[in-house]
């Protein structure tokens, strides 16, 4: 199947920093990527999706000013957590979009600490 | 609204055994389309199994099976002969149209336990 690469896999960061998340289809071009976040225990709530070019659709209570998502290419979109808080912990996870609806495919995702 | 609704919080099944994930969803779109993903505690999405709305047979992968009851609207995963292995998150998901943007909406999973 088609691979979907996240980086970094862990970060810990101090409050009021911002982090970075890459995510990247490897094998295949991505026209649309979508941002999970996950936090323990719990399921997975979209945050927002993220197609190439255009910006970024943010699903209701997301602050887009937070969480600052650039889809600069087929492969490649980033995800932002500016000025985190510890309540941003949490586990972030990607998929990318190929051109059949069904497939989405899911990143090794991201676990965010701040301190 | 779409929803996916998953009612076990836990599962426990005895190695070699079945045992059945439900899922029920609703959704007013006609066309859907309904996923089983396995999320070990490594937390990666594994795609297990999928089944369209328009789908006449239930899909089927290896030892996974969906139970397709389109009038009950419910999309249960049955997991044939457990392995230890497939202790895990089980989530259900729904994709439909969303806008101009299709999302997968998730159930809340299921725990499972495989004892030996």
């Known amino acids: 199947g088609a691979v979907v690469s996240q980086h970094p896999s862990r970060v810990i960061c101090k409050s009021g920093t911002s982090v970075k998340i890459e995510c990247r289809s490897l094998?295949?071009?991505?026209?649309?990527m979508f941002w999970y976040r996950q936090f323990p225990k719990q399921s997975l709530m979209l945050m927002a999706t993220s197609n190439e070019g255009s910006k970024a659709t943010y699903e209701q209570g997301v602050e887009k000013d937070k969480f600052l998502i650039n889809h600069a290419s087929l492969t490649l979109s980033t995800l932002t957590v500016t000025s985190a808080h510890p309540e941003d912990s949490s586990f972030y996870i990607c998929?990318?979009?190929?051109?059949?609806?069904?497939?989405?495919?899911f990143g090794p995702g991201t676990r965010l600490l701040v301190l | 609204a779409q929803k996916i609704t998953q009612t076990q919080p836990g599962m426990f099944v005895q190695e070699k055994e079945a045992v059945t994930l439900d899922c029920t969803y609703d959704t007013s779109d006609p066309s859907y389309g309904l996923f089983w993903y396995k999320q070990p505690s490594s937390g990666e999405m594994i795609f297990l199994i999928y089944q369209g709305s328009y789908d006449q047979q239930n899909a089927t992968e290896g030892r996974y099976s969906l139970n397709f009851q389109k009038a009950r609207k419910s999309a249960n995963l049955v997991i044939s002969a457990s392995q230890l292995g497939d202790s895990a998150m089980y989530f259900c998901a729904m994709i439909n149209s969303g806008g101009s943007n299709y999302k997968l909406t998730f159930g809340k999973g299921t725990l499972l336990t495989v004892n030996p």
């Open positions: 094998d295949f071009q991505a026209t649309t």
């Open positions: 998929s990318a979009g190929g051109q059949s609806l069904m497939a989405q495919y």
